[in-house]
């Protein structure tokens, strides 16, 4: 997995594909790129898309995770970013204030509650 990247209409656009867990959470790769003052980056928010490939078994939950370092240990800075997936999968977004989430790289955390191995979840970042 690795984020596509590209600028549209002066924002910033990454996207990746996730395939779903089994009951387990599966992670985006590391979001290094929108660093509250990094990078060029000078907006104080982002939105995260997310679009289920398929009707989630049970739930699917949403969550923003942050790490201190590259690789390091992951800790949750908000539950249920979005609106829960509950048998439906239709396309939900979130915009996220930088502020009250600070953190040096961001993960997407889809934690799903059934077999969900065989559907995938667009993500995208838009800043």
Request: aromatic share 10%.
């Amino acid at each position: 997995m690795s984020w596509s990247k590209k600028t549209e209409n002066g924002m910033f656009i990454a996207e990746e594909t996730v395939t779903l867990a089994d009951t387990s959470t599966a992670y985006t790769s590391e979001i290094d790129f929108i660093k509250p003052s990094n990078n060029g980056f000078e907006k104080e928010y982002f939105t995260v898309v997310t679009d289920p490939s398929a009707n989630p078994a049970t739930t699917l939950d949403v969550n923003l995770v942050g790490v201190d370092e590259s690789g390091g240990t992951k800790f949750t800075l908000k539950s249920t970013l979005v609106t829960q997936y509950n048998g439906g999968n239709a396309v939900a977004a979130a915009v996220i204030d930088m502020k009250a989430y600070p953190a040096p790289y961001y993960y997407i955390a889809l934690v799903s509650g059934g077999n969900d191995s065989s559907a995938t979840c667009n993500v995208k970042i838009i800043v």
